[in-house]
């Protein structure tokens, strides 16, 4: 037989000193199911957007920027809700205590209802007065207000598949929610492509077909959360039941869950809110800016999927070699997944250079509007190369418990460069080029400070005291 294509690409990366067969097997059995995940999940969004463009304009896709800006707030509260909860899942359910590990769960899954739905309501609601802080044109505002109010139910569901998808996690299992996300991505694109081309509904078309298709997905997740197999797989084993719903520590758990993910609900915010200041200052420049730099920025954000999996795969690795005591493997570990992260981002990097215009021509067909977007989308695949390394970088240090660092980095990176460096083109010639060079900023200094971190000796210390408080 001959050599297999995994064996040979593996053969190449170890010859060229990126990282051994046998750590690159082990990252790419961990990485895969999160990267497919990141895909599918990024591409419903970014379809989305490349339709709308196509169909109805510049003045929609700066409408969908000026939405995606409040949607990413609310998504980003859930996924820090769900950090807490893979953290109590896993915990329960490695002490062999499925009933706790499963009422964990159950506690999430009300405390994400609760925290969505005075956000769901507020976007329904007050969608036009919300967008309008972000810009003064008629026909984006437009858009905007109709995208945000429509999406806003699917907010109350994707909560709880966001809380779904970490428990499954939390007990090892990363297909079961690949398959389900992927397969929701797919219903999203089709949805969306009969209501927009079919029906003839735009941007509410894209709107109705994502809250459509989030309702079904998680009505999929809820099937497996009851305790019941997927074609004869995929039930969860911690799943929400009777002797669940009879479980006497619920208050505890409650604020346990609230202890843990506070923090992470608070980084995530803190992360997004950047977007309001950035989009407003491309608002500045007309529709055609903010369009460029939307269409850019999901370009980037879809291209970043690969370090879902890398990060989560140096977060894993990394700290079981802690665990065990081995800090030499782990530092190797943790240089070799970014080595790998770099890599695999100049390869993409490179061909999103190279392909701009036709990227840009994808999502907007006006040709002056594809000229300015076509820069915007050379920075962002610039931008991604650093994204990808940062995100390798954390995870590495994530696995140590190192948590704090990269969030500071990440403010500085956001706060402390770009947003500055965008604002310098409100009072100098430089214009619209200033956030081409904010956004590359974005992504370079926290890039460069963590990696920083993972070449010093301080993680491999914090980790040490961590294993030995028996955390």
Same mark, same amino acid.
């Given at each position: 037989? +001959?050599?297999?294509?995994? !064996?040979?690409?593996?053969?190449?990366?170890?010859?060229?000193?990126?990282?051994?067969?046998?750590?690159?097997?082990?990252?790419?059995?961990?990485?895969?199911?999160?990267?497919?995940?990141?895909?599918?999940?990024?591409?419903?969004?970014?379809?989305?957007?490349?339709?709308?463009?196509?169909?109805?304009?510049?003045?929609?896709?700066?409408? &969908?920027?000026?939405?995606?800006?409040?949607?990413?707030?609310?998504?980003?509260?859930?996924?820090?809700?769900?950090?807490?909860?893979?953290?109590?899942?896993?915990?329960?359910?490695g002490a062999e205590n499925p009933t706790r590990a499963s009422a964990a769960v159950a506690v999430s899954l009300v405390v994400t209802l609760l925290i969505a739905s005075p956000i769901a309501l507020l976007y329904a609601t007050a969608a036009p007065e919300l967008v309008a802080v972000l810009g003064s044109e008629a026909d984006p505002l437009r858009h905007a207000a109709t995208y945000l109010a429509l999406v806003a139910p699917a907010l109350l569901f994707e909560f709880p598949n966001l809380i779904a998808s970490r428990t499954y996690a939390g007990v090892g299992d990363t297909v079961t929610p690949m398959l389900i996300r992927a397969g929701g991505a797919l219903m999203?694109?089709?949805?969306?492509?009969?209501?927009?081309?079919?029906?003839?509904?735009?941007?509410?078309?894209?709107?109705?077909?994502?809250?459509?298709?989030?309702? &079904?997905?998680?009505?999929?997740?809820?099937? #497996?959360? $009851?305790?019941?197999?997927?074609?004869?797989?995929?039930?969860?084993?911690?799943?929400?039941?009777?002797?669940?719903?009879?479980?006497?520590?619920?208050?505890?758990?409650?604020?346990?869950?609230?202890?843990? $993910?506070?923090?992470?609900?608070?980084?995530?915010?803190?992360?997004?809110?950047?977007?309001?200041?950035?989009?407003?200052?491309?608002?500045?420049?007309?529709?055609?800016?903010?369009?460029?730099?939307?269409?850019?920025?999901?370009?980037?954000?879809?291209?970043?999927?690969?370090?879902?999996?890398?990060?989560?795969?140096?977060?894993?690795?990394?700290?079981?070699?802690?665990?065990?005591?081995?800090?030499? !493997?782990?530092?190797?570990?943790? &240089?070799?997944?970014?080595?790998?992260?770099?890599?695999?981002?100049?390869?993409?990097?490179?061909?999103?250079?190279?392909?701009?215009?036709?990227?840009?021509?994808?999502?907007?067909?006006?040709?002056?509007?594809?000229?300015?977007?076509?820069?915007?989308?050379?920075?962002?695949?610039?931008?991604?190369?650093?994204?990808?390394?940062?995100?390798?970088?954390?995870?590495?240090?994530? +696995?140590?418990?190192?948590?704090?660092?990269?969030?500071?980095?990440?403010?500085?990176?956001?706060?402390?460069?770009?947003?500055?460096?965008?604002?310098?083109?409100?009072?100098?010639?430089? #214009?619209?080029?200033?956030?081409?060079?904010?956004?590359?900023?974005?992504?370079?200094?926290?890039?460069?400070?963590?990696?920083?971190?993972?070449?010093?000796?301080?993680?491999?210390?914090? #980790?040490?005291?961590?294993?030995?408080?028996?955390?």
């Amino acid at each position: 037989m +001959g050599v297999r294509p995994f !064996d040979r690409l593996a053969g190449v990366l170890d010859r060229a000193g990126v990282i051994d067969t046998r750590r690159f097997r082990e990252t790419f059995d961990l990485s895969w199911p999160r990267i497919v995940t990141g895909l599918a999940i990024m591409s419903k969004s970014t379809v989305d957007l490349a339709m709308v463009g196509w169909d109805v304009g510049t003045a929609a896709v700066a409408g &969908l920027a000026f939405a995606n800006a409040y949607w990413q707030v609310g998504k980003f509260l859930g996924i820090g809700l769900a950090g807490g909860t893979v953290s109590l899942v896993s915990q329960a359910y490695g002490a062999e205590n499925p009933t706790r590990a499963s009422a964990a769960v159950a506690v999430s899954l009300v405390v994400t209802l609760l925290i969505a739905s005075p956000i769901a309501l507020l976007y329904a609601t007050a969608a036009p007065e919300l967008v309008a802080v972000l810009g003064s044109e008629a026909d984006p505002l437009r858009h905007a207000a109709t995208y945000l109010a429509l999406v806003a139910p699917a907010l109350l569901f994707e909560f709880p598949n966001l809380i779904a998808s970490r428990t499954y996690a939390g007990v090892g299992d990363t297909v079961t929610p690949m398959l389900i996300r992927a397969g929701g991505a797919l219903m999203n694109i089709a949805f969306s492509a009969v209501l927009i081309f079919g029906y003839g509904l735009g941007v509410a078309g894209a709107a109705i077909g994502t809250s459509l298709a989030t309702g &079904l997905v998680a009505l999929v997740f809820a099937w #497996g959360l $009851s305790g019941r197999p997927y074609l004869g797989r995929g039930a969860c084993p911690v799943a929400v039941t009777r002797d669940t719903l009879g479980f006497d520590g619920f208050v505890p758990l409650t604020r346990r869950l609230l202890a843990v $993910s506070a923090p992470l609900m608070a980084r995530r915010t803190a992360e997004m809110l950047v977007a309001f200041p950035l989009v407003a200052i491309a608002a500045t420049f007309g529709p055609a800016v903010v369009a460029a730099y939307e269409v850019a920025r999901r370009v980037r954000t879809l291209t970043d999927s690969f370090s879902w999996g890398f990060s989560i795969a140096a977060s894993t690795l990394v700290g079981q070699r802690l665990g065990a005591g081995d800090e030499a !493997d782990a530092e190797a570990y943790a &240089l070799a997944i970014v080595r790998l992260s770099a890599t695999v981002y100049v390869v993409a990097a490179t061909l999103l250079v190279a392909l701009s215009p036709w990227v840009a021509g994808a999502f907007v067909s006006d040709p002056a509007v594809v000229t300015i977007a076509a820069p915007f989308v050379a920075a962002a695949a610039v931008s991604v190369v650093f994204l990808g390394i940062d995100g390798s970088a954390t995870g590495t240090l994530r +696995g140590a418990g190192d948590t704090q660092y990269p969030f500071v980095t990440s403010l500085v990176g956001r706060y402390g460069c770009a947003l500055p460096l965008a604002a310098l083109g409100l009072v100098t010639p430089l #214009g619209a080029t200033a956030l081409l060079v904010a956004m590359v900023a974005e992504t370079v200094v926290p890039a460069a400070l963590n990696v920083r971190r993972v070449r010093s000796n301080r993680w491999k210390a914090i #980790g040490r005291a961590h294993v030995a408080a028996g955390e």
